[in-house]
């Protein structure tokens, strides 16, 4: 069962012979911890010399004793072709040694990735000789403790020579804490008496404690292979990158819990909250769901940015993805800012629901938020925001719509966010915006 994910964007290749520190938050709890690698968006193959995974502490540095290594069918190392992707073993009780393997190539990228998923397993590796690494000791902290819903995880890669195009998500975010469950008296509210709920209910958690030490999203080190090092001295340079990770992948404790998949855009990734947290986050948060987040910057559902277009990433990312059972679409305003036309972004959705019934995974389609006073808003561009938010509410697009337009409007001036949920630029919902959109998934359809 999936329990991180993000999607893949193609962010630049100046990194040569760096490890880099991972650090993100599990939203569910389970063993056998096994690490997806990509270089979906890669024009080169990248060789990872070593991968680690442990518990942040403080910064970079990690809990004493909770780093282990992660190995590729036996091997710590891994070479991967552009568009392949790599799951590793299960991490186990032992830290083993191994040998350096190559992914095959294929000009297939998509089916490649797909059918690696598929057999949870990779094929045909090239046995390069030994290369012994020394590794924990196993009787330091138990495997099965290293995956808790809502806790860090750090996961280190070494990228052994050149990098070329690097395929990762910009905007990465680590919150020292979990997003806060608001009282449902609180969650019932609306504009500026919900914003201050949400922030004094963050208040509460700090003042209780709940607070984690601080950290970045990733961090990237000195020259060389420092994805075993448990202190965070070698890591100079923050960043809000995570790198080549797609997914960790867990076998779930006991009660088994959903995972939906919020496939979106900027908003979709927390732009505009100001604690960090999304609405996939307070959607988690306040459920008890499991949400992972597919969300993309500048993403569009039509035509590809950083990132390849949302429609494409629901069948080459997201439904590769194992145990995710239902995806929210919250996608399609940079489309209309770009000059997209109703009739399709409607078509698109039409054939994003067929491509997941077929998978047998249900789509639960957003209406496209207010955004007049945004840089790129225009009269046509809400008239087809209109037309599209009208068709999703007749229904028979999706298999369940989540009102976030009904959410997050102004009802003086329904064009616009209404002010509390606005951050500011009048596209990007705030943080007690984010938990407005939350509140309006329809959890029955889930």
């Given at each position: 069962?999936t329990a991180w994910s993000a999607a893949s964007e193609a ?335 409607i078509a698109a959705y039409r054939r994003m629901a067929a ?82 959109m939350a509140t309006a998934v329809p959890l029955p359809h889930?």
């Amino acid at each position: 069962m999936t329990a991180w994910s993000a999607a893949s964007e193609a962010l630049g290749g100046d990194l040569c012979e760096v490890t880099v520190r991972n650090v993100v938050r599990p939203v569910v709890s389970g063993t056998g911890l096994r690490v997806r690698l990509t270089n979906a968006l890669g024009d080169r193959t990248v060789h990872f010399g070593h991968v680690y995974v442990g518990v942040p502490r403080e910064g970079p540095a990690l809990e004493p004793g909770s780093n282990r290594l992660v190995t590729f069918s036996g091997s710590p190392e891994v070479r991967l072709p552009p568009g392949a992707t790599a799951l590793s073993d299960p991490i186990s009780e032992a830290a083993p040694q191994g040998t350096s393997q190559d992914v095959p190539h294929t000009t297939a990228r998509n089916t490649i990735a797909r059918n690696m998923i598929a057999r949870n397993t990779i094929a045909r590796y090239t046995v390069r000789g030994p290369t012994p690494h020394p590794g924990r000791d196993p009787g330091q902290t138990p495997a099965s403790d290293l995956v808790r819903a809502g806790r860090r995880l750090a996961v280190s890669v070494y990228l052994r020579g050149p990098g070329g195009v690097l395929t990762g998500r910009n905007r990465a975010t680590a919150p020292a804490h979990p997003p806060p469950t608001l009282p449902t008296g609180v969650r019932e509210t609306a504009g500026v008496q919900e914003a201050a709920g949400v922030q004094e209910a963050a208040g509460v958690r700090e003042a209780a404690g709940m607070r984690e030490p601080a950290g970045a999203p990733s961090y990237r080190s000195v020259r060389g292979d420092h994805a075993g090092d448990e202190s965070g001295e070698a890591f100079v340079e923050e960043t809000t990158v995570w790198h080549w990770l797609d997914a960790l992948t867990v076998v779930p404790a006991e009660p088994p819990v959903r995972v939906v998949a919020a496939l979106g855009d900027s908003i979709t990734t927390g732009v505009g909250s100001r604690t960090g947290h999304g609405w996939p986050d307070f959607l988690s948060a306040g459920t008890g769901l499991a949400v992972v987040n597919e969300g993309v910057s500048g993403g569009k559902v039509l035509t590809a940015g950083t990132g390849r277009p949302a429609e494409a990433r629901l069948t080459a990312e997201v439904l590769t993805k194992p145990g995710i059972t239902t995806v929210i679409v919250q996608a399609g305003i940079n489309d209309l800012g770009a000059g997209a036309r109703a009739e399709d972004l409607i078509a698109a959705y039409r054939r994003m629901a067929a491509a997941a019934r077929a998978a047998g995974v249900r789509l639960v389609g957003g209406t496209i938020t207010p955004y007049e006073g945004a840089e790129y808003h225009t009269a046509s561009g809400e008239r087809a925001r209109q037309e599209v938010n009208a068709c999703l509410r007749r229904g028979g697009v999706f298999d369940a719509v989540a009102d976030f337009d009904a959410a997050l409007r102004d009802p003086a001036r329904p064009a616009r966010l209404l002010p509390a949920y606005d951050s500011g630029d009048h596209l990007h919902p705030s943080t007690a915006g984010h938990h407005a959109m939350a509140t309006a998934v329809p959890l029955p359809h889930l």
